[in-house]
């Protein structure tokens, strides 16, 4: 079958395409619209059509809208209730539930010729739950959680994968919602809702949880499978920040309090979980699952043996998975992802022609990997655009801004660059049979969802990379998976003696991750970037603006 998932509501709209079980493509509408998120997170704005991300998944394909057997749209109108009833204060809601039920007809205006009787409305968290259990590799029979801020009246589902059927355990019902709650406290720290979530995460580190007793007030387990999350007083707990504001010491304790209540609830739910399942295999999907710290909680106390998590957790996610569960349900045996990397790529004539196109100086050395290792020893920045843009929110070795890890400095250099707060971490790349040896946690983890502990005597060796409770959200590399990836560090470990090189997305603050080649000359012309590393070709700073100086010093005066 082939089978067209599509995320339009909240946030992340995103589309992707499997064919016979196996995901072909998928990629999220920011990529191409270049808007963060795809739109902004307002409730009065609660919904976006993928239609760039969409035809691109066909085109990749070589399908036409007709071809399609079905179109999996992961929200289901006729389950939602009014917001009143859900105990939510959302005037807008009947907008987005209204927008659902009229989705065949937009899509058919969006795809020329779908057929719109094809359009097959997947629950919310379902898909989410399809996107872990049947991406996940290892195990046709799996237990799966899914937390976020909502879907259509649940805010959590419980289930099991067995074979190609999931099977629902437990939802809880809104306003219950441990997603909202994050959200809520990110609003209140300054920060934009539904957005920045990690900041909180990252702020979190900084903090003591001090006001944990007070919020176990209000976020506590049902110790049913579900747990009660809402009504918590912010203002009493802490004084609201303004977004120009600094942060202070109550700022961070309260967001320490909340990821600590957070983690015992979910491992609660876990443990619950388990219990009915009796499972080896957790998977995990939803927002809050790109919760890392809280994912590593689960992973080193919980009862499963192995946790993995997709790495389009959020909503954009839901393509895949609302896809996998229609294959599934069809007759299909879905495959594992195979990989992060399912977005758009260009052949190396293809990255030339376009900076040919944009006039660049430009030269192809003998291995870029060599070159950028060495420019990274050298103490310089690196934008390494390779391969296929990667599905979700973390930059894998695709889309990356690149540094050298033994400078403290750079921390707060890579800030600059990207515009981001002082506080933020930045991550650790390593090649998988390494890891082991400087960092203590779930490995192999190559979609950077867990948090590690660094070694101590590696902590003054890799300081860029550590974060200030001594532990790192790290990407393992695997050789056969990222031969290029692999072959640079190598590279860079051979000049430098350290096996590790700073990972951050490829972007600026409030910008989504690059994706084509424009929006990577956009990027590195516009930020002290020092070698832009695009397929086999390296653009180097003092050429690129040598060139516009001359190129300046030609033209007549007007």
């Given at each position: 079958m082939r089978i067209l998932g599509i995320n339009a509501l909240f946030h992340d709209p995103a589309a992707a395409l499997v064919i016979d079980g196996r995901t072909v493509a998928a990629a999220e509408e920011e990529r191409f619209s270049r808007r963060k998120h795809g739109k902004r997170p307002l409730p009065f704005s609660a919904w976006e059509l993928p239609e760039k991300a969409a035809a691109w998944c066909l085109e990749r394909a070589g399908l036409r809208p007709k071809d399609l057997d079905a179109v999996a749209y992961s929200f289901d109108p006729e389950l939602s209730l009014p917001a009143d009833r859900m105990g939510l204060h959302d005037p807008w809601d009947h907008l987005r539930v209204t927008y659902a039920r009229e989705a065949p007809g937009f899509l058919r205006t969006a795809l020329p010729g779908l057929d719109p009787d094809i359009v097959r409305f997947v629950p919310h968290h379902m898909a989410h739950a399809a996107s872990g259990a049947f991406a996940a590799e290892g195990a046709d029979t799996s237990s799966v959680l899914v937390l976020d801020g909502r879907g259509e009246r649940a805010s959590h589902l419980a289930a099991r994968r067995v074979h190609d059927r999931l099977e629902p355990l437990y939802a809880q019902e809104l306003p219950h919602s441990l997603g909202l709650v994050y959200e809520e406290l990110t609003e209140h720290l300054g920060f934009l809702r539904s957005s920045d979530e990690f900041k909180v995460m990252a702020l979190a580190s900084h903090g003591r949880p001090r006001m944990l007793p007070e919020l176990r007030r209000y976020v506590f387990p049902t110790g049913d499978g579900g747990f009660h999350a809402t009504g918590v007083p912010w203002a009493e707990l802490c004084p609201r920040r303004r977004p120009d504001e600094a942060w202070t010491q109550d700022h961070a304790d309260i967001a320490a309090s909340a990821q600590a209540v957070l983690e015992e609830v979910l491992l609660d739910l876990v443990r619950w979980l388990q219990g009915q399942t009796h499972d080896r295999l957790l998977t995990l999907a939803g927002g809050v699952a790109l919760n890392c710290v809280a994912n590593s909680r689960i992973a080193r106390e919980g009862p499963f043996d192995r946790v993995w998590v997709q790495p389009a957790a959020g909503d954009a996610g839901t393509a895949l998975g609302g896809a996998l569960l229609l294959a599934a349900s069809g007759g299909d045996d879905p495959s594992p992802m195979p990989g992060a990397d399912l977005g758009r790529d260009w052949s190396d004539a293809e990255l030339g022609a376009w900076l040919k196109t944009a006039a660049v100086p430009f030269d192809r050395p003998a291995d870029i990997a060599r070159t950028v290792a060495q420019s990274l020893a050298d103490n310089q920045i690196v934008a390494w655009f390779q391969g296929r843009s990667e599905y979700g929110p973390r930059a894998l070795g695709h889309r990356s801004l690149l540094a050298h890890p033994g400078h403290a400095g750079n921390l707060e250099r890579l800030n600059d660059v990207k515009g981001r707060e002082q506080f933020r971490p930045v991550a650790p790349m390593v090649l998988a049979e390494r890891a082991a040896d400087i960092f203590t946690g779930v490995l192999p983890s190559p979609y950077m969802l867990f948090v590690h502990d660094v070694a101590p005597e590696w902590r003054d060796r890799i300081p860029a990379v550590v974060h200030v409770d001594g532990t790192a959200r790290i990407q393992t590399v695997d050789r056969q998976a990222e031969p290029?990836?692999?072959?640079?560090?190598?590279?860079?470990?051979?000049?430098?003696?350290?096996?590790?090189?700073?990972?951050?997305?490829?972007?600026?603050?409030?910008?989504?991750?690059?994706?084509?080649?424009?929006?990577?000359?956009e990027c590195f012309g516009s930020s002290p970037v020092d070698l832009l590393a695009i397929g086999p070709y390296a653009v180097r700073r003092g050429a690129f603006f040598s060139h516009d100086a001359d190129d300046a010093a030609r033209r007549p005066a007007r």
């Open positions: 290029l990836v692999a072959r640079m560090l190598s590279d860079f470990e051979r000049l430098t003696g350290l096996p590790v090189v700073v990972n951050t997305s490829l972007n600026t603050a409030g910008r989504p991750m690059v994706d084509d080649p424009r929006d990577a000359l």
